[in-house]
Every structure is written in structure tokens, then in C-alpha cells.
T-cell receptor, first 112, second 119 residues
Framework: RKEVEQDPGPFNVPEGATVAFNCTYS??????FFWYRQDCRKEPKLLMS???SGNEDGRFTAQLNRASQYISLLIRDSKLSDSATYLC?????????????FGRGTQLTVWP | NAGVTQTPKFRVLKTGQSMTLLCAQD?????MYWYRQDPGMGLRLIHY???????AKGEVPDGYNVSRLKKQNFLLGLESAAPSQTSVYFC??????????????????FGPGTRLTVL
């Protein structure tokens, strides 16, 4: 079983829509959680960390459910510039500090 | 600061040829990583380093070697390239030891990638 599983999509939504991505992780020892964003033919960049209590950064909201080993990302009022692939990422407790496990990514296209 | 840089950006090799990919970072990061990214496979860790002079195998190390002679540089070598090594290669680095637990702890900064084709 893969460390991190994501629905690859694609998700195609109109501008202004709300869209949610989900991700599950297999190792209960996972400790830190992140969403990265990757634009086409570019490198991944950190979008936001995911905290146990949930956290928000502008139009983006991340949630963590440790009991279900489930992470989500909600994007409100989608913009054309949100079109990208969103990578779910976890760090396992006890692993080499800094080592991250990446999901395959969920592709989002926002259309006018 | 340039962040993380990679050279070359593109390369085409013939089967059996060798090459070295160079990664450099100017953020004084302790940790550095080499990944490959293939369609439908996501990012897979090849090798990583937790400090100058140390390296370790990741998820898919076969066919690759690495060296970290200087803290700021991490080299990835292909001794005898194979078509299966056609991929996009990303280098990354992360925070100095001791700071990784902060709010953005474990954030990895990526280079722009190297697109390698092996014919």
C-alpha cells in the first residue's frame, strides 16, 4: 500500500467554485502534513502545512483527521491561477528528519 | 539568494552513457534530496543526505550514485544510463538541523528540475 494516496482527478471547475481534495495516509506514525502545489513543468512549492486543529490561509483551508488518517484541502472562490497539481505530503515520526512522502497529486483546472 | 539551482536543465543521453547532475543551494541547509518524477508515479526519493559527507539510499536508488563533498552541493550520477531513467529529476533541500520542527518545519525547497531523456 502506498504511503500517501490521492485521487488524481482531474478536477475541472469554473471560476468562483469551491473544490475539495482528499488524501489518505497509511502510516499512523505520520507526524507532519503538508499540501504542496506544482504548476505544469515546474517544481513543487509548499502551499501550506496542515495542523491538527485545522488551519486556513486566505481561500485555502486544510483539515486533518488523525483517527481516519485523512487530510483535506478546500479551495474557495477558485481563481484561474489556482490551476495546478496539488500534492499531499506527510512526514513520518521516527523517519530521518526531513524525509517527506509525496502523493501522486490531484490535478485542478479552473476555467473562466 | 538563488535558492536551489540545478544544472543542466535538459539533457539527452544514449544508453550506456554517463552523466552527473549538479544541485546547489545557498540557504545553508543541512538536508538535501534527489527525486525523480514520472507520469502517474509522483515524486520518488532516489538518495538523500543529512549533512556534508553523508548520503543514504531512498526509495529508488538503483542505477544512481550521489556525493555530498560540500554542504552546498549534492551531485547525482548515472554511471550507465538506461531508457528507464528517462525522467524529470528534482533536487531539494530543507531547513538546518534544529529548526525542522518549526511552523514550516520540514519544508523542502526544490530546484527547477532537470529533464533527462535516455535513448
Amino acid at each position: 500500500r502506498k504511503e500517501v494516496e490521492q485521487d488524481p482527478g482531474p478536477f475541472n471547475v469554473p471560476e468562483g467554485a469551491t473544490v475539495a481534495f482528499n488524501c489518505t495516509y497509511s502510516n499512523s506514525a505520520s507526524q507532519s502534513f503538508f499540501w504542496y502545489r506544482q504548476d505544469c513543468r515546474k517544481e513543487p512549492k509548499l502551499l501550506m502545512s496542515v495542523y491538527s486543529s485545522g488551519n486556513e490561509d486566505g481561500r485555502f483551508t486544510a483539515q486533518l483527521n488523525r483517527a481516519s488518517q485523512y487530510i483535506s484541502l478546500l479551495i474557495r472562490d477558485s481563481k484561474l491561477s489556482d490551476s495546478a497539481t496539488y500534492l499531499c505530503v506527510v512526514n513520518r515520526r521516527g523517519s530521518t528528519l526531513g524525509r517527506l512522502y509525496f502523493g501522486r497529486g490531484t490535478q485542478l483546472t479552473v476555467w473562466p | 539568494n538563488a535558492g536551489v539551482t540545478q544544472t543542466p536543465k535538459f539533457r539527452v543521453l544514449k544508453t550506456g552513457q554517463s552523466m552527473t547532475l549538479l544541485c546547489a543551494q545557498d540557504m545553508n541547509h543541512e538536508y538535501m534530496y534527489w527525486y525523480r518524477q514520472d507520469p502517474g508515479m509522483g515524486l520518488r526519493l532516489i538518495h538523500y543526505s543529512v549533512g556534508e559527507g553523508t548520503t543514504a539510499k531512498g526509495e529508488v536508488p538503483d542505477g544512481y550514485n550521489v556525493s555530498r563533498l560540500k554542504k552546498q552541493n549534492f551531485l547525482l550520477g548515472l554511471e550507465s544510463a538506461a531508457p528507464s531513467q528517462t525522467s524529470v529529476y528534482f533536487c531539494a533541500s530543507s531547513y538546518p538541523k534544529g529548526l525542522a520542527g518549526g511552523p514550516r518545519g520540514n519544508e523542502q525547497f526544490f530546484g527547477p528540475g532537470t529533464r533527462l531523456t535516455v535513448l
